[in-house]
């Protein structure tokens, strides 16, 4: 049953959109591509006052990123909130974030990796859909691939159902894992990020949803590792389906170690549940957008995740 949620207004050409840096430091030329890249999508962009700062390896300070973040909900003028990139730093400005203000202003929120924590955040304390997509400052390529572009653009404009996320080629690298088909709210994100909201006030809901995990730069044994937590914590046996992207990009330590298809096989495997692996989202070169806090359908012998709800609303007429 579809519900009937306040949803983002759906962005138009020529919206104002907001681009923030909730996480790492900025390389100002990569920015610099992103801005041009959107603005050539006849988007106008507005970048935060902060974005270029640097704390360590964060862009700026915690209160000034949240103050970024916060200005760009609250500003009428903007329609859409893209981040700059991930890395590491989106949960230490959580304090100084006002989630119950940011609920009453819902936008279009734009990005992956260490925004996990933001989405599910928002998810917590919003309920409306946000967008695991591409980012301004490290994939301006990404938004410059016709189809990448699509793919989020469809989304995030177009007041109805998606229907099946897919390039025009198909979903390229998707697999059966465990067979069957299941119905539910996507959630998730990059998986060390998911695990490290056990028992924070943002901690990732499961139940009777479509969980999508991804990672990059990580051992298979720190997947194995990752994977046990959550089903130790419940996360796993509590969700209807799954939808698994590329877990690790590396080689394994050992010859010894156990492969992330395995693991995926151990841990999930028991329950029955559709697994999709190798789904193009999050850390790859041309990724597709999901719309988490949105009802889908995984089917696994088919390959295909189909959005059955639309995730923005249409424009009102003033």
Not at 75 to 93: I, K, L, Q, Y
């Amino acid at each position: 049953m579809l519900t009937n949620r306040t949803l983002p207004t759906a962005l138009q050409p020529a919206d104002t959109v907001a681009v923030v840096a909730p996480a790492g430091r900025v390389d100002p030329e990569a920015l610099e591509r992103g801005v041009e890249t959107l603005r050539a999508r006849g988007l106008r962009v507005k970048v935060g006052r902060h974005v270029l700062d640097a704390y360590g390896h964060m862009a700026g300070a915690d209160r000034d990123r949240a103050s970024d973040l916060m200005a760009a909900f609250l500003d009428p003028e903007v329609h859409g909130v893209f981040c700059a990139r991930g890395g590491s730093g989106s949960a230490r400005m959580l304090p100084y974030l006002d989630l119950r203000e940011i609920a009453t202003n819902p936008k279009v929120f734009v990005g992956y990796s260490d925004v996990t924590v933001l989405h599910l955040a928002l998810g917590r304390s919003a309920g409306w859909p946000t967008f695991y997509g591409p980012m301004v400052a490290t994939d301006a390529e990404c938004c410059r691939d016709d189809d990448c572009f699509a793919a989020l653009w469809r989304l995030i404009s177009r007041p109805e159902p998606a229907g099946a996320l897919q390039f025009d080629d198909g979903p390229r690298s998707a697999r059966v894992l465990i067979a069957g088909a299941a119905e539910g709210m996507l959630t998730g994100g990059t998986l060390c990020l998911v695990e490290s909201s056990l028992g924070a006030s943002y901690q990732a809901r499961t139940e009777g949803r479509l969980l999508a995990l991804e990672d990059t730069n990580e051992t298979p044994w720190r997947v194995d590792r990752m994977l046990t937590h959550l089903g130790h914590a419940g996360l796993l046996e509590q969700a209807a389906g799954f939808i698994i992207g590329s877990l690790s990009n590396l080689e394994t330590d050992s010859s010894d170690d156990l492969s992330v298809e395995q693991s995926l096989l151990d841990h999930l495997g028991p329950f029955g549940k559709p697994v999709l692996y190798g789904f193009p989202f999050g850390h790859i070169a041309a990724p597709l957008t999901l719309p988490l806090n949105c009802r889908a359908r995984v089917d696994a012998d088919a390959e295909t995740l189909t959005v059955l709800e639309a995730a923005v609303a249409p424009r009102s007429r003033a």
